[in-house]
């Protein structure tokens, strides 16, 4: 079944909802998402939202400390815009009935690392399950949205689905929406838009270690890169320094490391060697409050040198209903695993968490796209430059899906947009694969080559190597692609490769170490390179 709206938004997560929500007070919305409407980085995220709230804090306090954690990137007007527009979309999350954690009638506001004020707004240690719940119900109440789970996009509508005009340049194409595979029928169905918002989150996935859930495969990433639509700043991927040594043995933890929230860090865990040793103060004056890239690092080089699979987060020292009061998931799950952490250490290591680069959007989430627009940890908005400061993605997420939802309601007034007849899915000719495993490898191999090539420390050589083995990949992968009936695995090997090359590609551009991109071939921050490094043309 085929469908025509308004407004297609792609993805269930904070961006995709808030701005459904926020559309549907003038358009109509079809809201598709690739499996449960919850399942999203979204529903994982622990430790909360940044915002200026205390009387005592400040807008330039907030804006001084994302600079300073962006190492030079930022986009000094768009992290202004954010952290201005924050208390107010802050509003309007409480206003749909966000619950944060509040303590004698006050938000309890707490502090991570990288921040100079305790600005963080969390409920518990699951805010984002509560911002999702939230969001879900109120966008159940709206008669004009409709949820579509089990659909996941596969590449944006545009003229050149035409086949008339074969040489189109990325200013004289348009958006129209996408082709989508209903992954519980098998159909591939074509969902038409007037405007579409991209808001489909991280690519976790393309390491084997990885805080994000399964659905993380940088689907966004990569059906920009295909359509020609400009990427920005990919190498820089934040490593989460302190996840779950072991969690894998949890079933629900079978393809993601269980996340000890930067909030454990922020209440006064040190982090120790094996020996039980302190090392932070080595590396850093603000300790095990460094900005995450300085404590990843800090990690990974103890690791090496010592030869460790993990090291210790300690928190044995604090006030035990204190700790269970303040961070019941962490408890329970580490309990889960028999480490009781008001007692014990907590073995963790660094796992990839969050990409700082993506499709580039101006402040009105407009991509290089027409009617194509982009909100939340899919973009790169200049806000967090080489790194992110911690708890400040959910607010860009915010900040850019109010301001998507504007811009979109003034292109749909604009530009009356005509939707052109744009022809079937045609899979005449393809083959169920009854080999499956296939797919699987791939996407092993993947992962395997980015941790061990394109991870905390990177060179020339080890991007090289990365480089080969993946264009190999993909010259399998595609020729598999074109053979075969679709099928949601391999879809996410197609846009896994074209992330891995995105990312490797950016690495090499940027011929300096910056933030959270540090390679032993320019282990040196260079001004000369002080630019994003955009990714426009698709070169495989
Ligand atoms: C464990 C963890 C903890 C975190 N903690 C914090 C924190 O405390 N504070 C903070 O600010 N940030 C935190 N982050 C980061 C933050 O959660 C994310 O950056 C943010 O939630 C991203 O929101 P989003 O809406 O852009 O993407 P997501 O929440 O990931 O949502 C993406 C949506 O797109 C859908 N989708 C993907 N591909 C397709 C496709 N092809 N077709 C259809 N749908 C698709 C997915 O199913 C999903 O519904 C954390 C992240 C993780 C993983």
């Known amino acids: ?42 529903n994982y995220a622990q430790g909360g939202i940044a915002s200026v709230i205390d009387s005592n804090d400040s807008f330039e306090k907030h804006i001084q400390d ?45 502090k991570e690392g990288g921040h100079s004020h305790s600005r963080i707004l969390h409920a518990k240690d699951l805010t984002g399950q509560e911002i999702e719940r939230a969001l879900i119900n109120s966008v159940n109440q709206r008669s004009n949205i409709i949820l579509l789970e089990n659909y996941t996009a596969i590449d944006f509508l545009t003229e050149h689905n035409l086949r008339k005009n074969k040489n189109l340049t990325i200013e004289n194409k348009n958006c129209y929406g996408v082709y989508a595979l209903n992954s519980q029928t098998n159909e591939v169905v074509k969902i038409q838009s007037k405007a579409t918002l991209l ?69 006064g865990g040190i982090l ?61 799950t580490c ?20 990409v700082c680069g993506g499709v580039m959007v101006d402040k009105n989430a407009q991509t290089s796209l027409n009617g194509l627009y982009a909100c939340g940890e899919v973009t790169m908005t200049g806000v967090h430059g080489a790194n992110r400061l911690a708890s400040n993605s959910l607010l860009e997420a915010v900040v850019y899906s109010d301001r998507a939802a504007k811009s979109i309601k003034q292109f749909l007034e604009d530009k009356r947009v005509k939707l052109p007849e744009i022809p079937d899915w ?6 169920t694969q009854d080999e499956r495993v296939l797919v699987t490898h791939t996407i092993k191999e993947v992962k395997h080559t980015m941790w061990d090539y394109v991870g905390i420390v990177r060179s020339n050589q080890r991007l090289q190597r990365a480089k080969t083995r993946i264009f190999y990949l993909y010259q399998e992968n595609e020729s598999l692609y074109k053979k075969t009936k679709i099928y949601n695995d391999i879809l996410e090997a197609r846009n896994l490769i074209a992330c891995a090359y995105i990312i490797i590609k950016s690495a090499e551009m940027r011929k300096e170490s910056r933030g959270l991109h540090y390679t032993i071939d320019y282990p040196n921050t260079d001004d000369n390179y002080l630019s994003d490094t955009i990714i426009q043309n698709r070169t495989y």
């Open 1 to 42: 079944m085929n469908y025509k709206t308004d407004v297609l938004v792609i993805g269930s997560g904070i961006a995709g909802l808030f701005a459904a929500l926020k559309i549907s007070e003038f358009a109509e919305v079809i809201l598709i998402t690739k499996k449960d409407k919850t399942e999203s980085n979204t």
């Open 66 to 110: 994302t600079l300073i954690a962006g190492a030079g990137l930022c986009h000094r007007d768009t992290v202004e815009m954010m952290v201005k527009e924050g208390p107010e979309r802050i509003k309007d999350l409480i206003n749909i009935g966000t619950k944060f954690t509040e303590i004698n009638g006050k938000f309890d506001l707490v």
């Open 199 to 267: 808001a489909s989150g991280g690519l976790g996935q393309v390491y084997l270690h990885t805080t994000n859930p399964k659905i993380a495969t940088g689907d966004g990433f990569a059906m920009a890169y295909r359509a020609g639509v400009k990427i920005a700043n990919m190498e820089f991927i934040q490593f989460h320094p302190t996840a779950l040594f072991g969690s894998s043995s949890l079933p629900e933890f079978e393809s993601r490391s269980f996340l000890i929230s930067e909030a454990v860090r922020g209440f």
């Open 272 to 332: 120790r060697t094996k020996d039980g040793n302190a090392f932070m103060e080595k590396y850093d004056p603000r300790k095990e409050l460094a900005p995450r890239d300085i404590v990843a690092r800090a990690i990974d080089n103890e690791l090496k040198k010592r030869g460790d699979e993990f090291i210790y987060l300690d928190i044995t020292f604090k006030d035990k209903n204190e700790i269970i009061e303040r961070f019941p998931n962490i408890y329970n």
């Open 335 to 354: 309990l889960r695993l028999g480490i009781d952490i008001t007692t014990e250490f907590i073995p963790v290591v660094p796992s990839a968490h969050y």
């Open 426 to 431: 045609d899979d005449s000719g393809t083959l």
